[in-house]
């Protein structure tokens, strides 16, 4: 038998649920497509998926065809949309595992159709357009272009069109209104097709631009409780997070004023202080950037990481907290008593986002999940 690590990521799946329940009252009659892509912002794209799907979601989003599949493969019978396209050599999975792809080049298009014909099936395509974000999809000519091929290759018909807003996480950004005017002319450039779905919408738009909830949204980050700008602030009536992160102190030791701690010696101690020494480290996805910044909950307080963090291992100041010793509780994301570290905090410290924290904790932990 494999033993555990002394580290666990706890995913709340009631979390999830609650926080989709939100999201979709948010949405209005639009659908809500959840985004499940980097195995669920490291909360397990699989369970999420399987959670979401039993409480009503019909829609999933994935980054590759290979995240698309594994979902099939696990019993997702939902609709899955494969968002940054494919391998040519791979269309035929679109039919075989009934995968939704977003398309923004004609080689895939012909890739999907000759598959289609081949499986004698017919491949709803939704075409991703470039209305802000200079990342993925096409506009002008381009869309007039990808529309065309899709209306005379044969087995293919245009279900739907995308993009993607650069900055709804800023409610006030007027460069998602720009998107959005941008986006209803590539609307007008495909009407009078049946039944296309539009969606532009990520957590941002859904949460603060109402007006691009359109036909359906796609959430991420909100789903596993985080606003998308960065808000660290947690509410009864708000997205709770799902994810949580708990170590144990593996050892308690009291050193003099004037001690070096960590590699480097980056820290040195300014009274008698009391360290305790966690088993987690940047391979477990808790950032070298937090050396001498971040802090855990211990005792119900919070404690603050002296020196280096290591490959493995860190050391925090428990001077000021009663009693620690080995084996206690050491909370680095999450809450302890009345105490809370969010992934913004965190974010905060490493000059990063959420969405890294949670993918990097996440992804590199063993995870545990809580019904
Ligand atoms: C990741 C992603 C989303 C979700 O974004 P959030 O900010 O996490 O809600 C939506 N659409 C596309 C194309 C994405 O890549």
Redesign the pocket.
């Known amino acids: 038998m494999i033993p555990s690590s002394f580290n666990t990521v706890t995913v709340d799946l009631q979390a999830l649920v609650a926080n989709y329940a939100l999201l979709r009252h948010k949405a209005g009659d639009a659908v809500l497509l959840a985004?499940v892509?980097a195995d669920g912002?490291g909360h397990g794209m699989v369970e999420c998926a399987t959670a979401l799907e039993k409480c009503g979601c019909s829609v999933f989003?994935v980054?590759e065809l290979r995240e698309a599949v594994i979902l099939r493969q696990a019993g997702i019978t939902s609709a899955i949309y494969a968002?940054?396209g494919f391998d040519h050599g791979d269309a035929e999975l679109f039919c075989t595992c009934d995968i939704t792809p977003v398309v923004y080049d004609p080689d895939a298009l012909q890739a999907l159709s000759a598959a289609a014909v081949r499986w004698g099936r017919q491949i709803g395509v939704h075409l991703k357009v470039d209305t802000g974000m200079r990342r993925l999809g096409v506009e002008g000519e381009g869309l007039q272009k990808l529309a065309a091929a899709v209306d005379t290759l044969p087995n293919l018909y245009l279900a739907g069109i995308?993009s993607?807003f650069p900055s709804a996480?800023d409610a006030g950004s007027s460069s998602t209104n720009d998107c959005l005017s941008r986006f209803e002319k590539m609307k007008e450039v495909v009407a009078g097709r049946p039944g296309l779905v539009h969606h532009i919408a990520?957590?941002?738009g859904?949460l603060y631009f109402p007006r691009s909830h359109d036909d359906m949204v796609?959430?991420?980050?909100?789903l596993y409780g985080y606003y998308?700008e960065g808000r660290d602030e947690v509410a009864d009536d708000g997205l709770q997070p799902v994810m949580s992160y708990t170590t144990r102190v593996l050892q308690v030791k009291e050193v003099p004023p004037g001690c070096g701690v960590s590699y480097g010696h980056t820290y040195t101690t300014t009274r008698p202080t009391t360290l305790a020494v966690l088993p987690v480290g940047y391979e477990d996805g808790y950032s070298r950037l937090l050396s001498n910044r971040g802090e855990v909950l211990i005792g119900g307080s919070r404690a603050r990481i002296r020196g280096r963090v290591c490959m493995n291992l860190c050391m925090v100041d428990v001077t000021d907290i009663e009693g620690v010793s080995a084996g206690d509780e050491a909370v680095l994301l999450g809450c302890q008593g009345s105490e809370r570290i969010t992934a913004d905090e965190i974010a905060a410290r490493c000059n990063t986002i959420s969405?890294e924290v949670l993918c990097m904790l996440g992804n590199n932990n063993q995870r545990r999940y809580r019904e």
């Open positions: 985004m892509k912002y989003g980054a968002m940054i995308a993607h996480d990520n957590s941002g859904t796609r959430c991420g980050i909100s998308p969405y």
